[in-house]
Structure formats: C-alpha cells, structure tokens
C-alpha cells in the first residue's frame, strides 16, 4: 500500500481578515525545546480554532536555513538557504535575524493574538521575538499604497501547484518556501504623486484594479517586473498573502510582504528584478516608495513532518525514506482539497 500523504500546513486557507507576522530567535542550547514545541503547534491551533470554527484561524510555521541545522536531522529541504541580501544601485535588501517565522491568519484578529500568546508561551524563554507585526485588511484588500494587492495571485490547484514541494524532492513533500519582507512607505512622497503616476509605478488602475495595457505599463512598474516566465514562455508563480500595518504616532505605514512558493528561486528572481533591475538598473519604481527593514528565508515543513521533526543525529538517511510517487502523480493539496489542513476546524 502507497504510503499516506504529507498534510501540507494551512498556507492556502480562505483570505484573511487579520494577521500576525512574528519571527523569533532560538535560544543557544535550548534546540530540543523549541522543537517539541513545534510539535505542539497543531494541538494549541485546534484549542483555539475549533472554538471560533468559521473564522479559519491558520498557524503557519516555518524554519531558517540555520534553525534547520541546528534543531532538526537527516536531510535537508533542498532549496533551503539563507536570506541573500540584496544591494542595487539604488535599493537594498537587508537580510535579518529570525530562526522561526510564525504566520497566524484569520477572520479576527483576537483569534491570532490568543493563539500566539499561547504559543509563545509554551515555547517561553527558549525563544525570543525579534519582530511582531499585526497586519490587517484596509478596505478592498488595499495596501496602504491604496492599491488592491492580492489579485494575480493562483487559485485553487494552481495555488497548490506553485506552493507546495512535490516530487523534485519527496522527503519533502507537501512543504514550502516563504520568503517575507517588512517594507516602510514614504506616504508623504506617494501621496505628492497623481494618481497616473501612482498607477504608472504599480502596473495597475487603482479604483478599478484593471492592469494597464503591455503598451502603457512602464518596465519599471512593479507588475513588469514581477511578471516572470520559465523557458518555455510560462509564467512563474508564488502566492503572496500582503498585510499592511502601522502606527499613526510614529508615522510608520508600511506592508508586510510574505510569499510562499513551491521553490524559493522564483521570489529571489523576482527579488532581483525589484533591487538589482531587469535590464540591470531598471529598478522596480514601488521601491522609491517602500525600503525593505527585514528579510528572511524559511521552510515551511507539511504539519505531519512538522508534528514529529526528527532531531539531529536520530532521522533515517535520504536513501531510507519511503519510495515517493512518480513526480507527475496527485499533489499533495489535491486528495485533501485546499485549506483542509490537519488541525484546521472542520
Ligand atoms: C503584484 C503591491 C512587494 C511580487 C502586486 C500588486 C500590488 C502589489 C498592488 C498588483 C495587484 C496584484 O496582482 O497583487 C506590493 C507592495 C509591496 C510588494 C505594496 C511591498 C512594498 C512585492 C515583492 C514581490 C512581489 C517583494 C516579490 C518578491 C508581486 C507579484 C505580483 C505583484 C508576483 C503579480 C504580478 C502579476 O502577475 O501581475 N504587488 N507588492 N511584490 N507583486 Fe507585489
């Protein structure tokens, strides 16, 4: 009998009203405990979810290139290294600490902050949080740009299919890639800009959110350069689940980028064209607006293997894990249907 399928984490659940982005640093010597803990976060995510069933609340969990190392064995995630900092010529990148990433998600923001809290709590003084960023929906799923953002992204199994690792490495399976980014807008300078020229910089009409024709659409619009295609013509996809956040007294407005994505090269890519230009120099115009303060890379494991990480020195070698499916078989989304995670409510 085929063995069952990795249950991939809650990535691709129903849009969210709220969020709460927050990364956290391991403890030297405490590797064991936080690992535990990961293992517990499908349980806390049930005590909270199952009690406000129908405001699919998502915990999302995720691990650096370093925490990997040094809290899980056996192989690694293939693609898993990392942040690369970006330094363009007029634009930079940053890469900051953080060994975890948590994305919790859902229809009230009271049902992240309890869920956090809880598992902030078990987790205790063998993490710290490095950054906390409570995001949420402006209006039409707007940024604080005042543009619908969100709207390109795949549905369905095509999400799936750009999201979730399948069989270019099997032991793998059913995890993903997210990169995230913590960006501060220049309100004042965008707001000096007429709505054209806003529209000019994004790619896109703003009341109506229709993409400016190919002829009208700058090549340094953000939409132009984030329009990437494979060899042969096909376009490249991540899902990208944006919150902007703020706050009023310290005139901070900024968006909280996150995108997931079945191989991190996709988002570098794109990463590139914004920063470093394509054709060099011709840098994405959103970024004479918005400076990146944070940047991470992270794996995002399927719950089942999150649930049991294995600890250094104890996980069977590559060679041993169990015969994947042919690369072109079921995904790991398909047999479940999109969003019905283990531990998310019924
Ligand atoms: C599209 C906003 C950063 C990748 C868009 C759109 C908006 C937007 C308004 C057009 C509507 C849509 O399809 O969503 C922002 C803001 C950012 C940001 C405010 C931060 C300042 C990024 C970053 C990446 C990215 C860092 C990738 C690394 C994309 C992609 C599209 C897009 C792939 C869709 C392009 C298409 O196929 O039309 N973004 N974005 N964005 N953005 Fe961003």
Redesign the pocket.
Known sequence: MAAPQPVPQLLLGPPAKAALFLTLTVAPGREDDVRDGLGELSGLSRSVAFRARDDALACVAGLSSDAWDRLVGGPRPRGLHPFTPLHGPRHHAPATPGDLLLHLRARRADLCFELARLVLDRLGDAVAVVDEVHGFTYFDER?L?G???????PTGSAAADAVLVAGEDPGFRGGSYV?V?K?LHDLTAWHALPTEEQERV???AKADNL?LPDDVKPPDS??AL??VEDENGE?LQ?V?Q?MPFGRLGAGEFG?Y?I?YARTPDI?ER??RN?FLGDPPGTTDR?LDF?TAVTGGLFFVPSATLLDDLPAPGTAPAAEDAPEPPPADAERPGDSLGIGSLKGAPA
């Open positions: 940024d740009l543009f619908v953002d969100g709207s390109e992204n990169v980014q960006y994004i790619g896109r993409e953000h939409v984030n329009t376009q991540i990208r944006n968006t980028f995108g988002t794109m990463l914004m959103i918005s």
